[in-house]
């Protein structure tokens, strides 16, 4: 049974508006969250993530929302840019031990100029 | 900094060769992973190593073998290839604490 799931396989925006990418996990012992950007022929990247005692992270242009009671978290991109156009992953784990990551299916953002 | 590096890049085997894909990093990481990534799924966990010497199975391991004999160093053994382990595979590391993982760029393993 999938314990992270990224319900959009793909999203398609205009460049300079809003990107949001949602993520839903089921397992209540998680409680650190990360996203990860994957282009083509590349190993994925960490670009941001939050901890379970947040409701929200801020990086420049990237935003994570974490919704503990829905287990719920999503990645806002604003403004979107052609260059974020790439895969991202939702990734959750618990702290401490192995670090051990389980990854989301992915959604494929399309970013149009 | 190379940080972490796979080799080889692409294979082909042939189903029941045998080989060992490579993973290098240098950031001195004591954790390190092998993933492999499949259409339409995301990355699952195939074995990975806490520390220097120790290995552990993660969510897919049935038909791998791992060794982690140096810190630097994780070792991915496929003992009889067969043509469902075709796939993508990353190795990543960390240096665990709340750090993420570092990804190198992949193997692209076909297996016919």
């Known amino acids: 049974d999938q314990q992270v799931k990224q319900n959009s396989p793909s999203l398609s925006v205009q460049e300079g508006r809003i990107s949001i990418l949602n993520c839903d996990y089921t397992?209540?012992?998680?409680?650190?969250f990360l996203w990860y950007k994957k282009y083509p022929a590349e190993g994925p990247t960490f670009l941001i993530s939050?901890?379970?005692?947040?409701d929200k992270n801020e990086d420049g242009r990237f935003t994570v929302f974490l919704n503990k009671s829905a287990k719920h978290l999503s990645l806002h991109i604003v403004p979107s840019q052609p260059g974020d156009s790439a895969v991202y992953f939702c990734?959750?784990?618990?702290?401490?031990?192995?670090?051990?990551?389980?990854f989301g299916k992915g959604t494929k953002l399309t970013v149009n100029p | 900094n190379a940080g972490v590096t796979q080799t080889p890049k692409f294979q082909v085997l042939k189903t029941g060769q045998s080989m060992t894909l490579q993973c290098a990093q240098d950031?001195?990481?004591?954790?390190m992973y092998w993933y492999r990534q499949d259409p339409g799924m995301g990355l699952r966990l195939i074995y990975y190593?806490?520390?220097?010497?120790?290995?552990d199975k993660g969510e897919v391991p049935d038909g791998y073998n791992v060794s982690r004999l140096k810190k630097q160093n994780f070792l991915l053994g496929l003992e009889s290839a067969a043509p469902s382990q075709t796939s993508v595979y990353f190795c990543?590391?960390?240096?665990?604490?709340?750090?993420?993982?570092?990804f190198g760029d992949g193997t692209r393993l076909s297996i016919l």
């Open positions: 990543a590391s960390t240096r665990g604490g709340g750090q993420p993982q570092h």
């Open positions: 397992n209540s012992m998680f409680d650190y």
């Open positions: 939050i901890s379970s005692i947040k």
């Open positions: 990734a959750c784990k618990t702290q401490g031990g192995s670090e051990k990551l389980v």
């Open positions: 950031m001195n990481h004591n954790s």
């Open positions: 190593s806490a520390s220097e010497g120790t290995t």
